[in-house]
T-cell receptor, first 115, second 114 residues
């Protein structure tokens, strides 16, 4: 158990819908990262938040957005869903000490199926 | 550029050593990682190495880093059936604005046979 929690575990929805994935980082970690794992793209970095602020953006579609709240939990919002958005979405967290970002610990993931 | 490559499959007999290889392209990597993913499960951090180190040993795991050739390897001694999984190498890259991201390889599926 990494200490990172994600809900829900599974999500099945239809094309055109909107969903919200939730992540709680490990206690004390200020950084939260989101990744997408799909069969054709592999593991792709989406976005990094640090203490409520966006720090880095990867291959995140405009239909996707994220935020990190004052209690440090994060949400990934996926809208106008398409079949190709079906994937495993991982959240990771890490601590930062003296300007150095530490090891990323991953949550169990949310499996999204778009029908 | 950022590109991390791994071979797709490796098959070994129980009790033998496994060596999983990885090459990366970004010389600004700070840390390099090995993660393990079992079927239907999340990513489990196995070990990592700081970019200024050559080797790290952790029980049955040995990580070797050749920075000149941008080559990373993971050796698993006395491989067991429970080691069957997909192994991902990843490089940690600092990005503009103080952010950080991991770039993952394609993953190597390790199959351990009796």
């Amino acid at each position: 158990d990494s200490g990172v929690t994600q809900t829900p575990k599974h999500l099945i929805t239809a094309t055109g819908q909107r969903v919200t994935l939730r992540c709680s980082p490990r206690s004390g970690d200020l950084s939260v990262y989101w990744y997408q794992q799909s069969l054709d793209q592999g593991l792709q970095f989406l976005i990094h938040y640090y203490n409520g602020e966006e720090r880095a953006k990867g291959n995140i579609l405009e239909r996707f957005s994220a935020q990190q709240f004052p209690d440090l939990h994060s949400e990934l919002n996926l809208s106008s869903l398409e079949l190709g958005d079906s994937a495993l979405y991982f959240c990771a967290s890490s601590v930062e000490r003296l300007g150095i970002l530490g090891t990323q610990y991953f949550g169990p993931g949310t499996r999204l199926t778009v029908l | 550029g950022e590109d991390v490559e791994q071979s797709l499959f490796l098959s070994v007999r129980e009790g033998d050593s496994s060596v999983i290889n990885c090459t990366y392209t970004d010389s600004s990597s700070t840390y390099l990682y090995w993660y393990k993913q079992e079927p239907g499960a999340g990513l489990q951090l196995l070990t990592y190495i700081f970019s200024n180190m050559d080797m790290k040993q952790d029980q049955r795991l040995t990580v070797l880093l050749n920075k000149k050739d941008k080559h990373l390897s993971l050796r698993i001694a006395d491989t067991q059936t429970g080691d069957s999984a997909i192994y991902f190498c990843a490089e940690s890259i600092r990005v503009t604005g103080g952010g950080n991201k991991l770039t993952f390889g394609t993953g190597t599926q390790l199959k351990v046979e009796l």
